[in-house]
């Protein structure tokens, strides 16, 4: 194989290199490094450029300094206002890693005792000892770091000798790749190109230096590798011919005229994107994405309408039977009475179901609403014409397009979703999709009043449920997990329902993670039937489902969820026409930089706005929906740090759309990083 120009070789198996035996090819297929691209992001620990970092006895007290030591021992008082410690140390002397405001799993997670990391910040010196509070860059979005953790595990078994020879190997036979990038966009990166800047990604010198030029170019070249795929796979949909849906809009604003309320500017423009992608002839594959409580149902109900106007079936999927159930009602309370709706759930019994399918596969049935059981394979459609799917954030790309492909090409396919996500990771995350974006809330709705309160003071807030029971209103009472890794601790929940079972005899009712589905949705289904007033619960309570009578909720320990989760938790309450009332519990007192990510929450009720807040503050990765979403991680790219890269090349990528250029020339690229070869047939 000619390598010099070939990115095949990259993409060739690891026993093709010299030195590379079964043993050290199994290993490194384990750490998931199956070909010569893969081992190209780790960087061996012989690398790492020990004169950035320091010693223990050489800090200097007051500066920003990196350190690689070993965790040696935890001390999680379990008290007020004394923060969490880890005590590290390294051959010449112990430090100690303070930290206020995070729980322990992640602390464990980050500082794993006897495992050698390194971390940075600013040093400072209490009780006769080197502290360094909050360390910056042990998070794994620090590219610094991360390639240093990543050496780490990648050394087990696998000398140091025998890895500088396979990367050795790797980087002299490395192909030079002719250039995809444009002109302008290399221009940007002083003209760089990939091969030259993996040589300098590879020099110990260059370690942890992403503000250089190779580092960007690299990181842009995922990034824009990604939004690359996501466009052909959209483009593809759009290419896809389908039948037109004609349908009289006369209809549409019947329904619309009979509402209790009236439809917000940006329910209306989503509402016409829409309509203008069921009328043409191309296949729709759009997504509705509108912060919780903006209204999405009764677009995508209108939407459905229509496809039912022109002759054809929908089938409606939301993650719970109770959200179908909800679905169904208002879609058989707006409806026309001759439209044929049907609701399938996984209590009906067979003969039940055997019918539902019967009249599906004949046309007897226009929508059809329920959970995943409606995509089964048995379930056929005489024309199906409309996919709505509502509240699946943990859908990724693959599954959207498997979807779409399901459908066949006629039908058109809405998703929904509520998680805001930061502007930087949209096409990241929803790029292969159009986007009809809902901003505005309904101007009925009130904010919810977000107030924080310490624990000690409980009985304030058990006197205000009592007044908010007289009024004959119901509350939320959310637990986080005691222990986030383990999942499964619902101690904390069921401490909490006991207590308060006590102070309101036969009104309080608890589901978490161990409740079974069935005995979920009816606990949930008497909630919204009245019958008990406080539901306690861990977070897993479905977004989507409208309890209007619910406006209250409290959340304990609030400092253990990010923004973005506050902020989704909180959307549970405020969506009927009462006041509705959000209330924090923090066990300590918070925090300056605590009391600053509060009062984002109690300023704004605008998901967007508060997840760019919460991306800034917790990092990507956590930001809710984005790790469910099974985006791939970046090896380089980081969305807070690079945000101007993440800009560039949508840029990019809207001017190679919009002059419809021939892509061939990014088959390298796409090949070398689409590891989920999403677009295997490019030119
Ligand atoms: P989400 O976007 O979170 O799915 P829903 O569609 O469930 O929100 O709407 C929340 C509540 O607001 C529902 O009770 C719905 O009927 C109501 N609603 C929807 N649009 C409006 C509007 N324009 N004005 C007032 N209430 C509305
Ligand atoms: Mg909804």
Not at 158 to 166: A, D, F, G, H, P
Request: glycine share 4%.
């Amino acid at each position: 194989m000619d390598n010099k120009s070939n990115y095949k070789y990259l993409l060739s198996d690891l026993s093709n290199l010299k030195g590379v035996g079964i043993k050290t090819k199994n290993l490194l297929v384990k750490k998931k490094i199956n070909n010569i691209f893969d081992l190209l992001w780790k960087l061996p620990k012989s690398y790492t450029d020990r004169s950035l970092t320091s010693k223990v006895k050489d800090l200097h007290i007051g500066e920003n300094q990196t350190i690689t030591v070993i965790p040696k021992k935890f001390f999680f008082p379990r008290i007020r206002n004394l923060p969490n410690r880890v005590l590290c140390s390294d051959e010449t002397g112990e430090i100690d890693c303070v930290f206020f405001n995070s729980y322990e799993g992640y602390i464990k997670k980050i500082l794993p005792i006897g495992k050698e990391v390194t971390i940075s910040g600013k040093i400072g010196f209490f009780r006769n000892k080197y502290q360094l509070t909050n360390p910056k860059y042990v998070s794994e979005d620090s590219s610094l770091i991360r390639q240093k953790h990543n050496s780490y595990s990648l050394t087990e078994g696998i000398s140091e000798k025998i890895y500088n020879k396979i990367i050795n190997q790797i980087i002299e036979n490395l192909p030079i790749l002719e250039e995809w990038h444009s002109k302008n966009v290399l221009n940007k990166f002083n003209n760089i190109s990939w091969n030259a800047s993996i040589k300098e990604l590879h020099k110990p010198e260059n370690i942890g230096k992403y503000k250089e030029k190779f580092y960007q170019r690299l990181a842009y070249d995922e990034i824009f590798s990604t939004f690359l795929v996501n466009s052909e796979i959209r483009k593809k949909i759009k290419k896809i011919k389908k039948k037109s849906k004609i349908f009289n809009i006369q209809d549409q604003e019947k329904i619309i005229q009979n509402l209790n309320f009236l439809l917000t500017n940006d329910q209306r423009k989503c509402l016409d994107e829409i309509n203008k992608d069921l009328y043409s002839s191309t296949k729709m594959f759009r997504l509705l994405q509108g912060d919780v409580g903006s209204g999405k149902t009764i677009v995508s109900l209108l939407s459905a309408h229509n496809t039912i106007n022109s002759g054809c079936q929908v089938a409606f999927m939301a993650p719970t039977e109770i959200l179908a159930k909800q679905h169904f009602d208002f879609a058989k309370k707006i409806f026309p009475k001759n439209f044929k709706i049907e609701f399938i759930s996984g209590k009906s019994n067979y003969k039940n179901k055997n019918d539902v399918l019967k009249r599906l596969l004949s046309n007897e049935i226009d929508i059809i609403f329920g959970t995943h059981a409606i995509f089964q394979k048995k379930i056929v459609f005489k024309n199906l014409g409309l996919i709505i799917i509502d509240e699946q954030h943990k859908f990724g790309v693959n599954q959207r397009k498997k979807l779409s492909d399901k459908g066949g090409d006629n039908c058109d396919v809405l998703l929904m979703t509520a998680t805001p996500i930061p502007r930087t990771l949209t096409m990241t995350i929803y790029g292969d999709m159009d986007l009809s974006i809902i901003r505005e809330k309904p101007r009925s709705r009130k904010p919810i009043k977000t107030y924080s309160k310490l624990e000690s003071k409980i009985d304030e807030v058990i006197n205000f449920i009592k007044k908010q029971i007289k009024l004959e209103n119901q509350i939320f009472w959310v637990c986080p997990l005691i222990d986030e890794s383990k999942k499964l601790d619902h101690a904390s929940a069921i401490k909490k329902y006991e207590f308060l079972k006590k102070i309101f005899p036969n009104r309080v009712s608890l589901i978490h993670g161990k409740t079974s589905s069935e005995d979920k949705e009816a606990i949930l289904d008497n909630f919204l039937k009245k019958k008990f007033d406080i539901l306690v619960s861990t977070t897993i309570i479905e977004v989507g489902i409208d309890f209007p009578n619910a406006n209250v909720i409290i959340i304990e320990n609030a400092n253990k969820f990010g923004l973005s989760q506050l902020h989704q938790l909180r959307g549970r309450v405020g969506r009927g026409k009462k006041d509705s009332t959000c209330i924090m519990l923090f066990k300590s007192n918070l925090s300056e930089n605590a009391k600053k990510r509060i009062n984002i929450l109690k300023n704004s009720n605008d998901g967007f706005e508060i997840s760019e807040e919460d991306m800034k503050i917790r990092g990507f990765g956590d930001v809710l929906g984005f790790k469910q979403s099974g985006i791939k991680n970046f090896k380089l790219a980081d969305p807070i740090h690079n945000s101007d890269l993440f800009l560039l090349a949508e840029k990019e990528i809207k001017r190679i759309e919009k002059n419809n250029e021939d892509i061939s020339k990014f088959k390298p690229l796409i090949k070398l990083y689409d590891r989920a070869d999403i677009i295997n047939d490019i030119a």
